[in-house]
């Protein structure tokens, strides 16, 4: 029996078994479906990570994807940032390579270079070597109870939020061994191996859906898909290899959804896509994710209020005083409004950066746009 149908098969079943604590803030869900609140949400990319001295303490010595195996780990990680800040929502702590992890490659985390495949895919015939069907309940059970177990820790303080990263950015990083510049090797496949590449696109796309289903019946309360790798791809190779399995995803994850009665809000990051940003608001996705190459008022006029958007201060604006900080944060609020966005930067927090100019940045976003509530 596939996942999804296991936990949904009776949806009640799903309460019963979990018993989840009521939600006390959902000002993050209500945003990401347009509502009106009383104030802009807020959360951060990567708000589980380095910048914190307590989350290098919690890691050190221990293996990356040792903990991403570990639900208690995962769990704490995702916590730490909760204890500190007034974040809206959080996300629950993995990494987007578990899915190529779940097809049979091997991925180290290695220090000063990052993640690294022992042994890329080179030639078409390296598909062979995946795992051709996935028991995703299986191969990726412990976020499953990483997930379970937050909901519960997390006793409704805010929503949690599962992730998964999207076909062409996992297919890059599995032809080309880890970070790349250029992604020239992944690119290669495009322009001479096209079938195959479409080959490997709906495999991931097949184990992401399962995936995502897996982690709501889990206990994720919304989903962010990454194309972080997005901005590689020019418009035409983007519309051909990364859009319409945006848009499969999408589409198959909310019909199997909505016939378990499930309300999941989706979020889709396609970063650096900006020549893409009508398309991804025709997507079937709640909510846009921003970099912060994207002018505010533009990207409202460009998605015509078909979504609700996210982001986009520039992740290094948390370099300035605090006072600037402020500032820029005001700027950004009143290009975007304060309905239908969810305040977060345009990418991840970076490890160097001061855990206090990050409050300032969340402190800043509720009084600011409470004051621009109160004006309305």
Known sequence: MKLYQKYFAEKNALKLAYYFPQLKNNTFLRAARGEQTEHVPVWCMRQAGRYLPEFRASREGKDFFETCRSPEHC???????????????????????????????????????GPTFTDPL?????????????????????VFRAITLTRH?????????????????LMSYMIEGGGSNTHSKAKRWL??????????????TDVIVEYLLGQVAAGAQ???LFESHAGILGPVQFKEFSLPYLRDIARRVKDKLKEMD???????????????LEELSESHY??????????????????????????????????????RISDIVKKMLEGFGS??????????????????NVGAFVEAVHLHSKNMNKQV
């Not at 940032?81 to 097809?103: E, G, Y």
Request: hydrophobic share 40%; net charge negative.
């Open 222 to 224: 919304a989903l962010q």
């Open 191 to 204: 322009y001479r191996h096209p079938e195959s590449s479409h080959m490997l696109l709906r495999m991931l």
């Open 75 to 113: 769990c704490e990680l995702t916590l730490q940032p909760l204890r500190r800040f007034p974040f809206d929502a959080a996300i629950i702590f993995s990494d987007i390579l578990v899915v190529p992890q779940a097809l049979g490659m091997e991925v180290q985390m290695l220090t000063g270079k």
């Open 286 to 323: 709640e909510v846009v994710g921003l970099d912060w190459t994207i002018d505010p008022r533009s990207a409202r006029k460009r998605t015509g209020g078909k979504v609700s958007l996210q982001g986009n201060m520039d992740p290094c604006a948390l370099y300035a005083p605090k006072e």
């Open 339 to 356: 309905r239908g966005y969810i305040a977060n930067l345009g990418h991840g927090l970076y490890p160097d950066m001061d855990p206090e």
């Open 262 to 276: 499930q309300d999941v809000p989706m979020i889709v990051f396609a970063k650096d896509a900006h020549y893409a």
């Open 122 to 142: 080179k030639e078409p015939e390296d598909l062979q070597r995946l795992r051709a069907s996935v028991d995703v309940n299986k191969e990726l059970d412990y």
């Open 153 to 169: 820790k997390i006793e409704g303080k805010v929503p949690l939020i599962g992730f998964s990263g999207a076909p062409w950015t």
